[in-house]
């Protein structure tokens, strides 16, 4: 058993939440290609390079792929993810360079999602975590735009009364407004040259190493994350849901 296989308590929560309903012949056992879909995103090895014991590679990877592109990963993750009655929320950025593999669609291709920026050719991934650090939701950009833009979509639905951390880069007067006009409240430290600083709770904020310590742990246990290898940003952002599937799987057996 390879450390990246799932326990019996993961393979119950995503059994769960797997599509049941099946065309045509009965699917390849789905443990065992699940399994060899996790063995990748921890490896970072090619899909040809898969061990025999997870089955045939196209097998592996045709299911990765085709439920990738039905959104059944990003299911699987809303499931698991249940963002309700989170106290705290936190937003930011990371960037995360791509392998040549991962270059080869044109360049206005808009599945690509790549961009230039001084660590080269790559993808930044922002995420919204709840207090524990555990991400809720995702947007990609290309790799140097501003971390700012994809607060729209990963701010869209807060709760009243919920606090929303984040540093200097998003302070905008139209994120404020933005979280303000859910009744949540900004936790955000003014740039220097604001005119009229905003005060924030300087205690709370220290809570928003968590949201930095997630993105150093997604990236360091999982290497397919950690450098880009999936040539469209859907497959990528799969990768990067079913990583976190198995943060919030193992969240919750520690907390059991």
């Known amino acids: 058993m390879a450390r990246s296989d799932m ?3 993961e393979w119950e929560f995503i059994k769960a939440v797997l599509p049941n309903k099946t065309r045509g012949k009965k699917r390849v056992d ?7 879909i996790f063995y990748v995103l921890r490896t970072g090895i090619p899909w040809a390079d898969l061990p025999e014991q997870y089955g045939p590679p196209t097998t592996v990877y045709n299911r990765f792929n085709r439920w990738s592109y039905a959104g059944h990963w990003d299911r699987i993750m809303d499931a698991i993810a249940d963002a309700h009655n989170v106290d705290t929320v936190m937003v930011d950025g990371t960037s995360v360079r791509a392998h040549h593999s991962a270059t080869t669609l044109k360049k ?3 599945r690509r999602c790549l961009g230039r920026s001084r660590g ?3 993808t930044k991934i922002h995420a919204l ?6 991400p809720i939701r995702y947007e990609l950009t290309p790799g140097q735009a501003h971390d700012a833009p994809p607060c729209k979509a990963l701010l869209d639905s807060l709760q009243p009364g919920q606090h929303v951390l984040a540093d200097k880069a998003y302070d905008a007067d139209w994120i404020r407004d933005l979280i303000w006009e859910q009744g949540a409240i ?10 009229l600083p ?5 205690e709370l904020y220290r809570e928003r190493n968590k949201i930095e310590r997630f993105f150093g742990r997604l990236k360091a246990s999982f290497r397919r994350i950690a450098t880009r290898y999936e040539k469209t940003s859907r497959n ?3 990768m990067i849901k079913l990583a976190s599937v198995r943060l919030w799987i193992e969240f919750y057996e520690s907390a059991a």
């Open 186 to 195: 900004d936790v955000i430290p003014p740039k220097a040259n604001r005119k």
């Open 236 to 238: 990528f952002l799969s």
């Open 7 to 9: 326990s019996d308590l």
């Open 129 to 134: 975590t709840n207090q524990d650090g555990l």
């Open 120 to 122: 080269g050719l790559g």
């Open 198 to 202: 905003a005060e924030f709770d300087a």
């Open 108 to 110: 206005r291709d808009p």
């Open 30 to 36: 789905d443990r065992r290609v699940i399994n060899g």
